[in-house]
């Protein structure tokens, strides 16, 4: 069960006028991490952890470097909605494919909505609800957020099962898509960069898997973010 809210009184940055007030963080509350997964078309950037202030700057950094970025191994349990809806965006115009490997809720399940192409393992999570308040409840404003975000979603092509499930389901409980909500998104369930991790393990685009590191004050690597 997510617990704690975070503040992300916005506009939305693809110019909608959508104004998102809160959304509900997952229990772990730790650090989201960024990893890099090498391949001959383009690299997979696995994104896992809680999704917080800044990481949508950490994560266009990643997809402006030189190699490109075709999908996202997402396993999280939320965040920012803010941050969340950047990202989802983002991604959604460079088309990439978005895969869940274990749990993606809140925040996360927006990027995964988004996408043009979804991917699932077998026993994966995809957990929505709607907007909620300081005290974890919904008010007026509330309520005229989760409406913003529910046309945004129709607006994106998103079924109106999912966009249903989310209206639905109070800001302190999760509701996780179905069978019905998976099909209508045309969900496929296996993971689509098992081939190009192979391929990169055994060298076959002469690079090597590699976890990304980031370069911390006085010359240390610190991997992740």
């Known amino acids: 069960m997510p617990r704690g809210l975070r503040t992300a009184r916005t506009r939305h940055p693809t110019g909608c006028g959508v104004a998102i007030t809160l959304m509900l963080m997952s229990t ?11 391949g001959c078309r383009g690299d997979v950037l696995k994104l896992s952890g809680d999704i917080a202030d800044g990481d949508f700057v950490k994560f266009r950094a990643r997809v402006g470097s030189e190699r490109r970025i075709i999908g996202l191994d997402l396993n999280s349990g939320g965040g920012s909605l803010h941050e969340g809806l950047r990202i989802a965006m983002l991604a959604q115009r460079r088309q990439m494919a978005t895969y869940v490997s274990g749990e993606c ?32 409840n919904e008010d007026s404003g509330t309520l005229r957020d989760t409406i913003r975000l529910a046309r945004l979603s129709a607006k994106l092509g998103i079924p109106t099962s999912a966009i249903g499930k989310m209206v639905t389901t109070p800001p302190g409980k999760i509701a996780y898509l179905g069978k019905e909500e998976l099909a209508a998104l045309k969900v496929a369930i296996r993971n689509p960069f098992d081939r190009m991790a192979h391929s990169a393990n055994t060298a076959a685009c002469g690079v090597a898997v590699s976890k990304e590191e980031n370069v911390a004050p006085g010359g240390n690597t610190a991997k992740g973010s």
Do not use: T, W
């Not at 772990?28 to 090498?38: D, K």
């Not at 994966?124 to 005290?135: D, L, P, R, T």
């Open 28 to 38: 772990s509350c730790l650090a989201m991490e960024f990893s890099r997964i090498i």
């Open 105 to 136: 809720d809140s925040a996360c399940a927006f990027i995964f909505l988004a996408s043009r192409k979804r991917y699932a393992a077998p026993d994966a999570k995809i957990g929505v609800h709607s907007v909620g308040n300081m005290q974890g």
